[in-house]
């Protein structure tokens, strides 16, 4: 059952109806988590270091979406967070936790190479150009959250009692790579062009830990934007790569180089959340056909 305010902080009333001889009151406390963006607002993508080829003799077909790294900055501001004030006790602030999700999805993940003698030429191409976002992130997190364990910037925060009554920066990086190839390359039947666009969706997301009605397996979004990532390119005899892609780009079409977080009041789910391996997980075990 999903019940909406539309404002807060308020312990809210709510009526959980069986049948006409049965309902059920129920009290909700509803913490504000209100965003500023005004300041601090931004997704910022590095389009002048690249995408660019991996420089390892060994892996030169990976392409890296920007040497040097990040390729991706995002920071959103979270004015303050307040639960309901009851009888001078405040609630539900200590339930709250506030960090970035984020989604990826193979647009594109191909490989053509050339003829090898006796050999047509052919494309392979990853089931993971399947449509679907999967949830990314970085290695050492805790799913779903892009990076719970951040240490030099704050991407994750598990709210404690008496909220955050002061405004809080939340920031993160990425920086995807990737091959539109399978492992199958040699002076015989070598790689020629690849096909490499990946699309992501990142949210500011609010989730409680209060597993009353299974609340706390719901994510929420509180803000999103969209960025990608076109490494698409083609090859040299000698493995030397070219971008045919437009490398990194983000929702605004006017400026490819930046694009702003849109807040959310409707109260959205993040229905990939709840999935159980993550976007770099299945990169490493696609296969191709």
């Known amino acids: 059952m ?32 209100k965003l500023d963006l005004s300041t601090n607002n931004l997704i910022i993508l ?6 660019k080829q991996s420089f390892p003799p060994d892996d030169r077909d990976l392409i890296v979406s920007a040497i040097p790294r990040p390729a991706m900055e ?37 490989g053509t190479y050339d003829a ?9 191409t990853s089931d993971l150009q399947d449509g679907t976002f999967h949830i990314d992130i970085i290695d050492e997190s805790d799913l779903p959250w892009y990076n719970s364990k ?32 399978l492992k199958r390359i040699s002076k015989e039947f070598h790689i020629s062009s690849i096909k490499l666009v990946y ?27 969209q960025w990608g990532f076109d490494g698409s390119g083609s090859f040299t005899p000698s493995l030397t790569w070219t971008l045919t892609g ?13 694009t702003a977080f849109s807040e959310v009041t409707s109260g959205t789910h993040i ?6 391996k993550s976007f770099n997980v299945l990169l490493n075990s696609q296969t191709w056909k």
Not at 2 to 10: E, I, L
């Open 2 to 33: 999903d019940v909406h305010w539309a404002a807060g902080p308020v312990v809210g009333q709510a009526r959980l109806y069986v049948s006409p001889e049965y309902t059920w009151p129920l009290e909700v406390n509803v913490v504000e988590v």
């Open 46 to 51: 590095h389009r002048e270091n690249g995408p």
């Open 116 to 124: 090898a003698p006796n050999t047509s030429a052919e494309t392979l």
């Open 246 to 258: 437009k490398g990194l780009y983000g929702k605004d079409k006017t400026n490819p180089a930046q």
């Open 199 to 225: 699309d992501f969706n990142v949210y500011l997301a609010v989730q409680t830990t209060d597993t009353e009605n299974d609340a706390n397996l719901v994510y929420t979004q509180r803000a999103s934007s």
């Open 74 to 110: 995002g920071t959103i501001t979270v004015h303050h967070v307040t639960g309901p004030n009851v009888n001078g006790v405040s609630r539900g602030e200590d339930h709250i936790k506030i960090g970035f999700i984020q989604t990826g999805r193979g647009t594109k993940i191909s």
């Open 150 to 181: 951040s240490i030099n910037l704050t991407s994750f925060v598990s709210v404690g009692k008496g909220g955050l009554t002061a405004p809080q920066l939340f920031e993160m990086n990425d920086t995807p790579s990737g091959k539109g190839t």
């Open 271 to 276: 229905i990939e959340a709840t999935q159980k």
